[in-house]
């Protein structure tokens, strides 16, 4: 009896949880270190939050590190991530340096660690170079991007791609997202906890503490976007799309809530540049969260009638996922991972311009009874598709693919990693 996974039960039937314990077991005591740069902030550590205990419930040793850089560091990251997402950017070589500096001094704080593990699950570009400082590594090291680099700007990639392609695997969102590389590239889409407190049931009560706290008007309707002050994410193009929506229905209200992630250092400017967009408009609520406001974000999500997440560049959209577990209906930019979420015209609509959203967005407040019948829809979909058990399956199934990939069919009852012979 585990009562971690047991609590999944009622959302994902015993059969899940049965098969997440029986793919286990030959991994038991296996050693699974995960890397990234940030505890908080992001779509990264909300994963990482859960998925660790997960995994230990399910009899693995699983840990997560974080690295942790200098301003030049995160510009240098965030410059790599604006990259990969296609921007024409040219990294001064002194901030590169900084990269692989930053990226020295973690590997000898984590060498114990990390030549100790069995599996190094490196998440994104940021420690990718730690690899690079294990040249004696025994464990196998999958670099897992959570970026859409489905058309990197090729210099950078050039130079990342020196670092990844000593991986064992790696691992993308999506098919069009993974880059050739000379090892096994996985697919594996990201998920969300339905337990955690950005997920869980909410009290029509504590749902409606969120008109109070930020002036919005429990009688009129309510659009939402949740998510960093990140151009690629297009708050601007919300704005505008909110304008023209609103000629059409004038008790329209904006709610964009957001915060920063800590390795993410052009945050506070968008910010202001989104402030400065809505400061003539009342109906216009920019909010600037703490990292741990998730319970407020489930209930703003709850609390709308619709969500959109128009991002020009995505490399999943944990906030689709989240609002359409919320049965909200979602408006999402037709690009990346939104893509595999947003189903058109069943779990919401692929939108390219802020006329295009204005235009959904007017169709749906005017049809209460498609707004319905997509959140059923929307909810059924993460359902099957997006929670977390069905990603901590892939894992390990992935892990039993790295350690016992070379036979000719894996039987999971009669396998020992330690020795990695069938019994
Ligand atoms: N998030 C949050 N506070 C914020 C903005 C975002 O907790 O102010 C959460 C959001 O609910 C989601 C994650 O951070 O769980 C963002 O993940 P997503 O994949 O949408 O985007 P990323 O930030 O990873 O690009």
Redesign the pocket.
Known sequence: MNVTLDAYEPIVGRDVIDQLFQIAAPLKGMKIVHVNSTRV????A?ILNKMIPLMNALGLKAQWEIITGTSEFYQCTKNFHNALQGNHVVIPETQLREYEEVNARCAEELRGTLEGADIVIIHDPQPAALIKHFTNRKGKWIWRC?IDASKPYRPVWKYLRNNVEDYDASVFSLAAFAQPLPHPTYLIP?S?DPLTE?NIDLEPEEIATVYDEFGIDPARPMILQ???Y?RF?DPLGVIEAYRLAKKFTPTLQLVL???G?SDDPEGAVVLEEVKLAGRDDPDIKVLD?P?D??RT?NALQRASDIVL?KSIK???????T?ALWKSKPVIGGNTG?IKLQVINHHTGFLVNTPEGAAHRIRYLLHNPDEMKEMGKKGKEFVRENFLLTRHLREYLTLMLILWFGNGDRIELDRLDWRTNERS
Not at 41 to 44: A, E, K, N
Not at 314 to 320: C, D, I, S, Y
Request: net charge negative; no cysteine.
């Open positions: 902030g992001g779509g990264v909300e959570h990201p969300i950005k949740v998510s960093r990140d994410k809530a957001g915060g992630a969260l990292p406001a998730h974000i997440q995505e490399g999943f959209g944990l906030t689709v989240e991972g």
